[in-house]
């Protein structure tokens, strides 16, 4: 019932930055916790980032705390990764997610894969060394 739509992935050497975006349908964005995820190929989803429905509270996995931020405005619909620093070992298919605020599953700090309901399609993130 919620879209999400990755964009922003590419080729970068290591060192150097990518801002993704994920753009959501709908009137109800700011009802949503929005989480960033990563998967290589043979290797589980990964939690990297959420962000709480008004953009006021982040959560970072210890390996991108200070490298990535997460952000979002509520007016374009629209969740941001920033990445800075990359290093070859981020590189992977990157998703966005969503699930409701209000419900139990909602926490922003429940990191699993079944706690978000929509899901993008993802978009790749490639850095060389």
């Known amino acids: 019932q919620v879209r999400l739509v990755e964009s922003g992935g590419g080729l970068v050497q290591a060192g150097g930055s990518l801002r993704l975006s994920c753009a959501a349908s709908?009137?109800?964005?700011?009802?949503?916790?929005i989480g960033w995820f990563r998967q290589a190929p043979g290797k589980t989803r990964e939690f990297r980032a959420a962000?709480?429905?008004?953009?006021?509270?982040?959560y970072y996995v210890d390996s991108v705390r200070g490298r990535f931020t997460i952000s979002r405005d509520n007016a374009k619909n629209t969740v941001y990764l920033q990445m800075n620093s990359l290093k070859p070992e981020d590189t992977a298919v990157y998703y966005c997610?969503?699930?409701?605020?209000?419900?139990?599953?909602?926490?922003?700090?429940?990191?699993?894969?079944?706690?978000?309901?929509?899901w993008g399609q993802g978009t790749q993130v490639t850095v060389s060394s």
């Open positions: 962000i709480s429905g008004n953009g006021g509270t982040t």
């Open positions: 997610a969503a699930k409701p605020l209000l419900a139990q599953r909602g926490s922003l700090y429940d990191i699993s894969t079944p706690s978000y309901d929509y």
């Open positions: 709908g009137r109800t964005f700011s009802s949503y916790v």
